[in-house]
């Protein structure tokens, strides 16, 4: 049997930072994203006879994925063999598979592939199985192999949230509104096209040690609450000023635990003074919110998007792409 499945990357307004327990990527806080509708991953799986990787780059070259990369994927496998046997589901998926990633992620966008990648394969995964699993048993799945990709299985508004207890499902996914309750651009601005040095995996495991980090945590149940109350009542007002309060948190932790991760650079801070600047001078619907990378994703409304879009023309040496609220991962049937 050979099962297809596709997905997105999700871009966070309160930003998932740190670990309760690092190896089942159970998170410390609460988060919450717009899944976006594009760029797209694709996987194929089939039983094997051992575990292999093949992975496609956005112009279809293959390129192969590195030890440590098929070492994560071969983990998360068999991390989700562990949860489907809790679930007593595990004797349906074969002992060893065969991936092929197909990612149209471009390289320089700046936008960590390991969502998308793991929500796609979650989503194979589940379509493996003579059971069907729950999108939030699948969003456990896809946890598994990164936290932010628990986010990537539902569509449009999504909360990343932790439930009693401490078992491998005790953090799944939950959808605040659907993409078409409040539809919102990303402008993403990318002015690096650098590898960053760490990722966010590595970066989790040292959160706890910025002086900041506590206090974030307990900011976090009040950030959540008025996030969810914005995007319920589409007041754009409150969701702008309470996800750029916690972006910024954010990078304040990141910069100041050991070691730091400064992720932005002099562009990213010169292209949000300038947003500021712009909304000095008149009402425009945008906010501005950064991920591991110097990258600026501009969210606005429809309303805002020429304007914005027109802003993003001016800023010299960053490559510009374009998404919107999208539907979270799927199974592509035709391949069942
Ligand atoms: C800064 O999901 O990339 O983008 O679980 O190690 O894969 P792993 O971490 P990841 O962390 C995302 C961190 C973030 C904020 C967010 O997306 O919420």
């Not at 980090?213 to 900011?219: A, G, M, S, W």
């Not at 990258?295 to 429809?302: I, Y």
Request: hydrophobic share 40%; charged share 25%.
């Amino acid at each position: 049997m050979r099962i297809k499945a596709r997905s997105t990357p999700n871009i966070a307004l309160i930003k998932y930072w740190g670990n309760r327990n690092n190896e089942l990527r159970l998170p410390r806080a609460d988060s919450l994203s717009i899944t976006l509708d594009a760029p797209t991953i694709e996987v194929e799986i089939e039983s094997a006879e051992d575990f292999s990787v093949q992975s496609f780059d956005a112009s279809g070259i293959e390129k192969p994925q590195s030890e440590k990369s098929i070492a994560r994927l071969r983990a998360h496998y068999e991390l989700t063999k562990t949860y489907l046997t809790s679930l007593r589901v595990a004797d349906t998926l074969p002992a060893y598979l065969h991936l092929v990633i197909r990612s149209r992620i471009p390289q320089a966008i700046g936008i960590a592939s390991s969502a998308a990648v793991f929500s796609c394969l979650a989503e194979a995964y589940a379509g493996f199985l003579s059971l069907p699993l729950t999108r939030e048993q699948i969003s456990v799945l896809a946890r598994l192999g990164s936290g932010s990709a628990a986010r990537s299985v539902l569509g449009g508004f999504v909360a990343l949230e932790n439930i009693a207890g401490d078992d491998i499902g005790s953090a799944r996914a939950r959808q605040i509104a659907p993409e078409h309750h409040w539809i919102l651009h990303d402008i993403i601005l990318v002015p690096s096209q650098k590898e960053k040095k760490v990722g966010s995996t590595e970066g989790h495991a040292m959160a706890a040690t910025s002086p900041f980090f506590e206090e974030r945590l307990r900011q976090i149940p009040r950030r959540m609450n008025e996030c969810i109350d914005a995007i319920t009542r589409k007041d754009f007002e409150k969701l702008q000023r309470v996800s750029e309060e916690d972006t910024l948190d954010m990078h304040r932790c990141m910069r100041t635990q050991n070691p730091p991760l400064d992720y932005l650079s002099d562009e990213t801070h010169r292209i949000i003074r300038g947003i500021e600047a712009f909304r000095g001078k008149e009402k425009l619907e945008v906010l501005y919110t950064m991920d591991a990378g110097p990258t600026v994703h501009l969210f606005c409304t429809d309303a805002a998007r020429k304007t914005v879009e027109e802003y993003a023309e001016t800023q010299k040496n960053c490559m510009i792409f374009k998404a919107k609220g999208g539907g979270g991962s799927r199974l592509i049937p035709a391949c069942r």
